[in-house]
Nanobody
Framework: VQLVESGGGSVQPGGSLTLSCAAS????????MSWYRQAPGKERELVAL???????TVVDAVKGRFTISRDNAYRMIYLQMNSLRPDDTAVYFC????????WGQGTQVTVSS
């Protein structure tokens, strides 16, 4: 089983990025998928979650700015991030939860002027 994130990078405040997570080796449609992030010196925290029926939720800190989505046919999830702020700077991780728990290796997002 492998989860691979992509799409991170550096952006100015107010900018946008879209993160992607590709899954392989697992029945993707059975997984609850989520995005987490970990800023330097802080604990990893949940950002957004999408269930098997594509019902989604995001945490208050990113509400109105971030959107999570999934494409079961391509075994992908996405995190559309708009109006990025410096405190969004973190390593972003993809997680898949089913009978087992799977994590990607993370992708760095840096928001700075």
């Amino acid at each position: 089983v492998q989860l691979v994130e992509s799409g991170g990078g550096s952006v100015q405040p107010g900018g946008s990025l879209t993160l992607s997570c590709a899954a392989s080796g697992v029945d993707f449609s059975t997984l609850v998928m989520s995005w987490y992030r970990q800023a330097p010196g802080k604990e990893r925290e949940l950002v957004a979650l999408i269930d098997r029926a594509s019902s989604s939720t995001v945490v208050d800190a990113v509400k109105g700015r971030f959107t999570i989505s999934r494409d079961n046919a391509y075994r992908m999830i996405y995190l559309q991030m708009n109006s990025l702020r410096p405190d969004d700077t973190a390593v972003y991780f993809c997680r898949g939860t089913g009978r087992n728990d799977y994590w990607g290796q993370g992708t760095q997002v840096t928001v700075s002027s």
